[in-house]
Structures are given as C-alpha cells and as structure tokens.
C-alpha cells in the first residue's frame, strides 16, 4: 500500500484531463510529465487538484475505474480522461477518510474558527488571498513531519514564507514570518513587534534573510 498524491491535471491545449499518481511530490511529478514525449505535446499541464492518500494505488485505481467509459486513448498516453476537472475533483472529495492521511486531524483542524481566522489574516498579510486557487503557487502543510515541531508552513514557490510552532509547555504558540534582512533597517517596524509581544530573530537559512516572530 503505497503512501503517496492522486492528482488531476488540465491544461488549456487539451480537451482532456489527466488523472495519475505518485509518491513524489506533486511538483516533481508535474515537471516530469511536462517533459514526457506522450504528453508534453497536450500541455502545459497544471495541478488542478490532488489528495494525499494511504494507497495511491488503490485509489487511482478506483478513480480510473469510475471514468472508465471517458477514458480516451491519443499518441501513446494511458491515463488521459474526457471529463471535466471540476468533476473530477469532486470525485477526489468523495474519497472516504480512512484512506485519507490525516485526515480527521485536518477537518477537525479547519472547522476550528479560530484557526480560520488566523490562516484568513495570514493569506491576507502574505499576498495570497487573492490567488488561492493557482495551484502550486503556494502550499500549506498543516501539522508537517519536522523535528523543529511545526504545527503549519507556509510556502511560496519553495521558499518558506510563515510557520507557527506547536504549544509549548505553558501553552503559547509562537508565529513567524520570514524576512528579508532588510527589516532590520526599519526601526519602528522593529519597536511595533516588541510593543506587540514579537521580536527579530536571525534566521538560520543560506540566503540572507531574517525572521520576525510574535507569541499568541
């Protein structure tokens, strides 16, 4: 049982969709079939929707089961479908919860108001609010694997941009945007964070950046 994303993707050149799957990350796979002989000529392609799941296999399996008699045949390609992407993502909503990681966690997670809020606020400071749905522009891990015990990340592109720490014992989490250097060359930007409970710590990247942090 192969822990891995089922994906969909459409591409304005095609009349169809591409439903697939991989234990890659979903970027790497994209990059690979864009480059692929059998489908780069009905790209570009791009993410339309994915779900991280127990068993690609299976679950892929199921999906090309359910589109069977859209399943189409060009050039060489196994696993092009004529069906729109809406469809097909809400065929991906109707995966059942055991076979989706984490994922009493995750709703329990988002049907927090609070945590709704703070992640609108977040979007909104970042610039992303208004292009939630260009996949791959960004990604949000929600409770990722990470010795540094991150309760979410988020990235632009593969730049991390914002994280917050899980609660720590008495209870506070900490939140961090990640800067430019420059902030420091800002002192009332730098005088606003410590009346507000935040400070800015060095960041401990390659490239030269600063991240600036405030306790709820």
């Known amino acids: 049982m192969p822990q ?53 296999t299976h679950v892929e399996s199921a999906a090309h089961r359910h589109f069977r ?6 050039d060489g390609t196994k696993e092009l479908f004529s069906v729109p992407p809406h ?22 997670l988002f049907h927090n108001s ?9 979007f909104e400071l970042s610039g992303l609010f208004g292009n939630l749905d260009i996949q791959e522009a960004w990604t949000l891990s929600v409770l990722p694997q990470t010795n540094a015990g991150r309760w979410f990340t988020l990235n632009i592109g593969p730049h991390e941009v914002a994280f917050s720490t899980r609660p720590l014992i008495d209870g506070k989490y900490s939140h961090y945007l990640v800067l430019d250097r ?35």
Request: some cysteine; proline content about 5%; charged content about 30%.
């Open 4 to 56: 891995g994303f089922v994906y969909v993707l459409a591409s304005p050149n095609s009349d169809y969709i591409k439903i697939g799957r991989t234990e890659q990350p979903t970027r790497e796979r994209l990059r690979g079939i864009n480059g692929n002989e059998a489908y780069a000529p009905h790209g570009p392609w791009e993410l339309s929707d994915f779900v991280y799941v127990t068993d690609c």
């Open 69 to 74: 008699d859209r399943h189409v045949l060009v």
């Open 87 to 108: 469809e097909a993502r809400e065929q991906l909503r109707l995966i059942s919860a055991p076979l989706r990681v984490d994922a009493q966690r995750t709703d329990e």
């Open 114 to 122: 609070d945590v709704r809020l703070f992640l609108y606020r977040l």
């Open 182 to 216: 420059l902030i420091l060359e800002f002192p009332k930007t730098i005088l606003w964070l410590g009346r507000h409970g935040g400070d800015v710590q060095e960041a401990n990247y390659k490239t030269a950046r600063a991240s600036s942090a405030r306790e709820l």
